[in-house]
């Protein structure tokens, strides 16, 4: 046998295979010792450019004003009295002095202590503390949780619950770990059982798990380095270990099978190792390498959230890739003739067949008798699901991201229906500046001509001021004794608030723009949700079209090279592309108009698409139906070069790989969906759209339409330019390959 790269890499596999057990034991623990408490570090935000006007705004008003958006917001109810009893004032004032002498607070607004009217409900029955905390966020994140739990529950005559950005982030960690238990609780019994069907017994079903668990081991590891150095996402480590755990199944599933072949054709357990690298490696790093370039692209959006889940994705794709090619063969080496004992289905199992007699030889046969037929089926069916993607609205989660039971979620609700959105959704203008300046120490006539203006702009419904407050251009109320928050040293701001209950959708985004757009007497930020959506659409939409090309042009040229074919990359791009607006269309339909809401619980989030979703499925669902496609490919392109015409081989590939990777697909559907137990809204989305997407990929679009496409382009599959031809080094033999028979259109 040639010694190419992966044959001397089986030798060394098959001559040290106890030592790399060893040191991948010995790896894992500490690896999983040294991540010990990473949920506790992670993010929950990252969604936000950090260079963006809006976290600029929020940035000047904690340093310069004091003031800002409050962290968090303690909403006080006396269910028996009103917050005006005199029981109801001394517990509120105590509660007040307590919170005023924690030293990570940095402002407190209260009721008892500012009594505005803003901070109190109509009918008396309740009353807010509103409360800024100091520091960076994790130090925000460990003050937030402390409070809720200390300040939260019964005080004298009052009932205290918790809102605000640090309580949703708060009770996002904690549903998220969750969440991630029960998704492991449930998944594992369940992919190991589709594992036992399909690999024939308990001992072989066992090796993906391991190398799955090793996968996501070093990937919690370098999350947790990583996080050392940058802001790192807490939905990036739920993701990634998903991501992760599914790979090491797809690969581990390959090079079992291959091996079972080798050995099914007379090879001893060494020599049909040291074939199945040379053949199925070459496919598992293909794969691998095409995979993480698709993740990669993630680093071109300046977002936390998509650059950690980019760091974690690639990381978790290498680290599973280099374990089926490592710690898989090595077991395999050590387990000898044992990988087939404890067969518990053997009886159920009908026995191997001829490959011309397979299920999915007679498929790929059937579709190709018809391939117009199947083409145009397929096509108006993927069209048909892609449809309510038109009818998109993008926006970014709040609080409506958590169940409707929960805590935070009901007390965010409450505000809204008793306070309005002005604590919650009210926008900011900062008009930063040195004392003296025009854009610092505002006159109060220009301040005052600032503001009307602001107070005219379509959505808003008052702007808050020094001067004053505005309605529709007019100044309705003259400045009160709290307008001294407005002013700071050496700058001014302005309270917007917007006429909408929903600034995080697209008519907050509007409405930024349209706040940025009228003439200021100085430089000015807007910060608030709407600016933050907006900054961050911006962004998005920027750089999406760099990273689709990027993305596009890596696939293009790794396929030309595993295929030496030009047409079949492009037709891989066109098909992905069907396949990821179909999934996207089923996702608008299910998570934003409502549809099968039924079976999700409360999941429409506002009646919007949170608008960091396209791009992260995008680049993962590429990359995963790619997977498929170089293992579908890997066997029809072998059957090509030993001979064989066009049909033939798109039959035997299929049969080859049919059940292979309809089975991976299955056990990584079976991985994401259990993310759709968690009750966070973009687990769902996410666990969802990905089961959805590997489902619609090994069907509708592997199973039919490669088949079809590749029947009716003929020998066009095989066309490549002279210039781009070589020797084929990845060839079963030396010998010269006969040139596929002539074939019709």
């Not at 100091?134 to 300040?151: K, T």
């Not at 640090?166 to 019994?189: I, K, Q």
Request: proline letters at 6%.
């Amino acid at each position: 046998m040639r010694q190419e790269p992966f044959s001397g890499f089986g030798n060394r596999t098959v001559r040290r295979a106890r030592l790399v057990v060893g040191l991948t034991f010995v790896f894992s623990l500490l690896a999983c010792w040294y991540a010990v408490g990473l949920t506790q570090r992670l993010s929950p935000g990252g969604w936000t450019p950090p260079s963006a006007d809006s976290v600029r705004a929020e940035a000047v008003l904690a340093s310069e004003f004091r003031a800002g958006p409050p962290q968090l917001i303690l909403l006080a109810t006396a269910p028996d009295d009103s917050v005006d009893a005199p029981h109801a004032i001394a517990a509120g004032r105590d509660l007040t002095r307590r919170l005023t002498a924690d030293g990570r607070i940095a402002w407190v607004n209260s009721y008892w202590q500012h009594p505005l009217p803003s901070l109190r409900a109509k009918d008396a029955e309740s009353a807010l503390v509103l409360i800024r905390l100091r520091g960076d966020e994790q130090a925000v994140r460990e003050a937030a949780g402390d409070i809720i739990d200390r300040f939260t529950g019964a005080h004298g005559p009052l009932r205290v619950s918790a809102s605000g950005a640090a309580a949703v982030l708060e009770e996002t960690e904690r549903l998220s770990d969750e969440g991630m238990r029960y998704a492991e609780f449930v998944a594992v019994p369940l992919v190991l059982l589709i594992l036992l069907w399909v690999l024939g017994s308990v001992t072989a079903a066992l090796l993906p798990v391991v190398v799955g668990v090793v996968a996501v081991a070093a990937t919690t590891a370098f999350l947790r380095l990583l996080d050392t150095t940058t802001e790192v996402s807490l939905f990036a480590l739920n993701i990634t270990t998903a991501l992760g755990f599914g790979l090491a199944v797809d690969f581990s599933l390959l090079l079992v099978s291959r091996y079972r072949e080798e050995l099914a054709g007379g090879s001893g357990p060494e020599r049909a190792l040291r074939r199945t690298l040379r053949g199925g490696g070459r496919t598992v790093v293909f794969s691998a390498v095409i995979i993480a370039a698709s993740l990669c692209a993630l680093l071109l959006f300046p977002l936390p959230l998509l650059r950690s889940l980019a760091y974690g994705g690639a990381t978790v794709v290498c680290a599973s890739a280099v374990g089926a090619l490592t710690v898989l063969p090595a077991l395999l080496v050590l387990l000898g003739n044992r990988l087939d004992r404890w067969d518990v289905f053997a009886r159920l199992r009908r026995p191997e067949r001829a490959v011309s007699s397979g299920a999915w030889f007679r498929l790929a046969r059937t579709v190709m008798r018809r391939p117009v037929l199947v083409s145009v089926g397929a096509l108006a069916l993927l069209v048909l699901l892609a449809a309510p993607v038109t009818q998109v609205r993008f926006g970014m989660y709040d609080d409506r991201i958590l169940p409707a039971s929960s805590p935070v979620a009901e007390t965010s609700q409450r505000l809204r229906a008793e306070f309005g959105s002005q604590w919650v959704d009210a926008a900011s203008v900062v008009l930063p500046g040195k004392p003296g300046a025009m854009s610092g120490s505002v006159a109060d006539p220009v301040l005052d001509a600032y503001a009307r203006r602001l107070a005219q702009v379509p959505g808003v419904r008052r702007v808050d001021a020094r001067t004053g407050t505005y309605r529709d251009g007019r100044r309705t109320a003259p400045p009160d004794a709290s307008s001294g928050r407005f002013a700071g040293a050496g700058g001014t701001w302005l309270s917007v608030i917007p006429a909408g209950d929903d600034p995080l959708s697209p008519q907050g985004s509007r409405l930024a723009a349209a706040l940025r757009a009228v003439p200021a007497p100085g430089p000015a930020l807007v910060g608030g949700p709407g600016a933050r959506l907006a900054d961050t659409e911006h962004v998005l939409a920027g750089r999406l079209p760099a990273v689709v090309g990027v993305t596009v042009l890596v696939t293009f040229v790794l396929l030309l090279a595993f295929t030496r074919s030009v047409l079949i990359p492009v037709k891989a791009l066109v098909l992905n592309a069907l396949g990821l607006a179909a999934t996207s269309g089923i996702l608008v339909a299910v998570f934003q108009q409502g549809h099968l809401a039924p079976l999700f619980g409360d999941i429409t989030a506002g009646g919007i698409t949170d608008v960091v979703v396209p791009s992260l499925m995008f680049c993962v669902t590429f990359g995963l139906s790619m997977d498929y496609e170089v293992f579908l490919l890997s066997r029809i392109v072998d059957e090509h070069r030993r001979g064989s015409d066009t049909e033939t081989a798109v039959a035997v590939g299929l049969q080859r790989t049919g059940g292979l990777f309809t089975s991976a697909a299955l056990v990584f559907a079976t991985v994401m969906a259990a993310l759709a137990l968690s009750s966070l809204v973009l687990l769902k989305l996410i666990g969802v759209g990905l089961a959805l997407a590997v489902l619609l990929d090994c069907t509708v679009i592997r199973a039919l339409l490669v088949p079809a496409v590749m029947r009716l382009a003929g020998r066009a599959n095989w066309w490549m330019p002279r210039l781009g031809r070589r020797k084929d080094r990845s060839a079963p033999s030396p010998t010269p390959v006969p040139a596929a028979p002539m074939e019709a259109p």
